[in-house]
């Protein structure tokens, strides 16, 4: 249950994610994808750093992407 939960979880914030966002939204959004921290997750935010530099910026400082 828990495994459905996290994909819904993950689902939902990368769809977040690319939705025009102010950058401290996608700021929010980007750690709670880390803090999940499954391969899924982080391929979502590797997809969205291409296009956001101030985001790419950030998540360099806290994970290695």
Same mark, same amino acid.
């Given at each position: 249950?828990?495994?459905?939960?996290?994909?819904?979880?993950?689902?939902? =914030?990368?769809?977040?994610?690319?939705?025009?966002? +102010?950058?401290?939204? !996608?700021?929010?959004?980007?750690?709670?994808?880390?803090? $999940?921290?499954?391969?899924?997750? =982080?391929?979502?935010?590797?997809?969205?750093?291409? +296009?956001?530099?101030? !985001?790419?910026?950030?998540?360099?400082?806290?994970?290695? $992407?």
């Amino acid at each position: 249950m828990a495994k459905e939960k996290t994909k819904k979880a993950i689902s939902k =914030l990368c769809k977040m994610l690319f939705d025009k966002r +102010d950058t401290y939204e !996608l700021i929010e959004i980007a750690k709670a994808l880390q803090s $999940i921290g499954t391969d899924e997750a =982080l391929e979502c935010l590797r997809k969205k750093i291409q +296009d956001n530099i101030i !985001l790419e910026r950030f998540l360099g400082q806290i994970i290695k $992407i």
